[in-house]
């Protein structure tokens, strides 16, 4: 698993789709310290997504603390050559369940760069609403980009 997880991740167009403290690239030790980091939390929030008994991706959900401890933010990957297959919207679905009954979260989101029209489109099919446009809201890769 660490091995296929490092040659899924370290891809430059997943990395452009992702926050900076996702390294690029992505190395095998990366993929260990993933690994170990998810396989202590207690609930789980990270999971390994799977298509054909291949590891194809990584979906999480992100408790928030303090006052917004009852909401989550979901952010998702998947390996280039498993792209549109339909995968990454299954795993929006089971995850946003997972979270609301078993996690008793009351509000997920998401955050999507301007340019990732396929995300934007995975979280509408699961039935998540665009709230707002956050212009000029991040910098990556030396562009500033609207969040969605």
Not at 20 to 30: A, G, Q, T, V
Not at 45 to 67: H, P, T
Not at 68 to 84: C, L, T
Request: net charge positive; glycine share 6%.
């Amino acid at each position: 698993m660490v091995l296929q997880l490092a040659l899924l991740a370290n891809n430059y167009n997943i990395w452009n789709n992702v926050r900076d403290y996702f390294p690029h690239p992505y190395s095998e030790k990366d993929a260990e310290s993933f690994i170990k980091i998810t396989k202590s939390q207690a609930p789980k929030q990270s999971f390994a997504i799977e298509y054909k008994n291949n590891l194809c991706g990584v979906i999480s959900l992100l408790v928030q603390k303090d006052i917004y401890h009852k909401s989550a933010e979901v952010g998702y990957w998947i390996g280039e050559p498993y792209w549109g297959h339909g995968i990454a919207t299954k795993a929006v679905a089971l995850i946003t369940n997972y979270g609301f009954e078993k996690l008793n979260l009351i509000r997920i989101y998401a955050g999507v760069f301007e340019h990732n029209i396929a995300s934007m489109k995975i979280l509408e099919k699961n039935g998540y609403k665009k709230e707002a446009i956050f212009r000029k809201a991040i910098y990556k890769n030396s562009k500033i980009l609207d969040e969605h």
